[in-house]
C-alpha cells in the first residue's frame, strides 16, 4: 500500500475508537481525509467513507446495546423515515455533483456543522447550570414530538446519503435536543438507526456511481480487514468509555471534532471559491 494510504488508514482507526462512544459514525472526518489527504474524487470518497461508517455503527452499536443503552423502542420510530432521508440525499447528491460539482456538498455540509456546534453548547450549557447527568427514563414519543422526531430523522438519512456520513451528528443532537436523552442512551440509539440507513446509503450510491470497482481497485484483499478491525476498534472505544468516562465528558470531544471537520471543509470551500 501506498504511505498516504496507510497514514489514512492509522487515522481512520484513532477516528473510529474515539467517535464510537460519541453516536458518531467518524464520516464527518472520513470524507475530509479523502478528499483532501488522499485526493480522492467526492463520490469514491462518499462511499467509502460511508462503508467505514457503517463498520462502526456496527461495532458500537453492539456495545451500547450490551450496556443498555441503545434505547430500541425510540430507534425504531425513526428508522423509517431516516432510510426514506437516505435515498433521497443519495439521490440528490448524484445530480448536484454531476451539475455543479462537489462545492454545495461542502458548503451544505459546512451549515450542518454550525447547526450541530450550537445545539450541542446549547444543552451542554444547561446541563452545566444544574440540570442532571444520568440516564433519563424512556421518553414518550408521540404527537407532535413523533412528528418532529421523524422529520429530524428524516433529515439524519438525507444528510447521511447526501455528504457520505453516518448522520450520528443529527441523529445524537435529536436525542438529546429534542428527547431529552444523556450521552450514552443518544448514542447508542442513533447507531441503531445509523446501523440500518448507512448500508441502505452505499447500496444506493454503487447502484447510481458505479463506484464499487473503484473501491475494490484501491483496497484490494484488504477492504475485508481493515472493516473488521475498524468495527472492532468502535467496539472497543465505546466499551472503555462506557466504563471509564463520566457522560458530560464525552461532549466536549464531540464539540472539538465537530469544529475541526468545520475549519477544514471551510478553508476548503475558501480555496475552492479562490478566496
Not at 14 to 34: D, E, H, N, Q
Not at 45 to 67: C, D, F, P, R
Request: hydrophobic fraction near 55%; aromatic fraction near 10%; charged fraction near 10%.
Amino acid at each position: 500500500m501506498e504511505f498516504e494510504l496507510i497514514i489514512a488508514i492509522v487515522l481512520i482507526l484513532m477516528t473510529a475508537f474515539m467517535f464510537a462512544p460519541l453516536g458518531l459514525g467518524g464520516g464527518v472526518l472520513y470524507v475530509p481525509i479523502f478528499l483532501f489527504l488522499l485526493d480522492w474524487e467526492i463520490h469514491l470518497a462518499l462511499v467509502s467513507s460511508l462503508l467505514l461508517v457503517w463498520m462502526v455503527s456496527l461495532g458500537s452499536k453492539a456495545a451500547h446495546s450490551k450496556g443498555g443503552y441503545a434505547v430500541k423502542e425510540v430507534g425504531d420510530k425513526g428508522t423509517v423515515a431516516a432510510l426514506i432521508g437516505v435515498v433521497v440525499g443519495t439521490i440528490l447528491a448524484a445530480f448536484i455533483i454531476g451539475e455543479l460539482g462537489d462545492v454545495p456538498i461542502k458548503i451544505l455540509a459546512s451549515i450542518l456543522l454550525v447547526w450541530v456546534l450550537y445545539s450541542t453548547i446549547k444543552k451542554l450549557t444547561k446541563e452545566l447550570n444544574g440540570n442532571g447527568n444520568g440516564d433519563t427514563e424512556t421518553p414518550v414519543v408521540e404527537g407532535e414530538i413523533l412528528n418532529a422526531y421523524r422529520a429530524g430523522c428524516f433529515g439524519g438519512g438525507a444528510a447521511s446519503g447526501f455528504l457520505g456520513i453516518g448522520g450520528g451528528a443529527i441523529f445524537v443532537t435529536i436525542h438529546s435536543s429534542i428527547l431529552g436523552l444523556k450521552q450514552h442512551q443518544a448514542a447508542g440509539t442513533s447507531f441503531l438507526i445509523e446501523s440500518w440507513i448507512v448500508p441502505t446509503g452505499i447500496i444506493t450510491h454503487l447502484i447510481i456511481d458505479g463506484t464499487g470497482p473503484e473501491i475494490l481497485q484501491i483496497f484490494g484483499i484488504y477492504i475485508l480487514p481493515i472493516c473488521g478491525i475498524v468495527a472492532a476498534t468502535s467496539w472497543l472505544g465505546a466499551q472503555v468509555a462506557i466504563k471509564m468516562l463520566p457522560q458530560r465528558v464525552l461532549t466536549y470531544p464531540f464539540i472539538i471534532a465537530v469544529a475541526a471537520s468545520l475549519i477544514n471543509y471551510l478553508m476548503n470551500i475558501k480555496e475552492m471559491l479562490g478566496y
